[in-house]
Nanobody
């Protein structure tokens, strides 16, 4: 299984950015997909997840309304649309996949991508 995250970069506060995660080696439409983020010295933090049932999403409470997760099963890709970005959103963003887990614990996800850096300047 390979998860390839992309779309990170350096943006200014208030900007928007869309991350993508292309998956291969799995039956994508049957997997829960998640986004997490991590800053140095901190635990990996749940951002959002989307189940194989399109429309069933879960968000970190602090990010609701600014971040939107979606998936395109035909393209084996999950997206994270981020808007009104803040400097505190600066982190490495990881995508993850799991066959059944729909919670927020990073340790329960089986597969991980390499991460993409998002830096938000003030």
């Amino acid at each position: 299984v390979q998860l390839q995250a992309s779309g990170g970069g350096l943006v200014q506060a208030g900007d928007s950015l869309r991350l993508s995660c292309a998956a291969s080696g799995l039956t994508f439409s049957s997997y829960v997909m998640g986004w997490f983020r991590q800053t140095p010295g901190k635990e990996r933090e749940f951002v959002a997840s989307i189940s194989w049932r399109v429309g069933s999403t879960n968000y970190a409470d602090s990010l609701k309304g600014r971040f939107t997760i979606s998936r395109d099963n035909a393209k084996n890709t999950v997206y994270l649309q981020m808007s009104s970005l803040k400097p505190e959103d600066t982190a490495v963003y990881y995508c993850a996949a799991d066959r059944v887990y729909t919670g927020r614990n990073s340790r329960e996800f089986d597969y991980w991508g390499q991460g993409t850096q998002v830096t938000v300047s003030s």
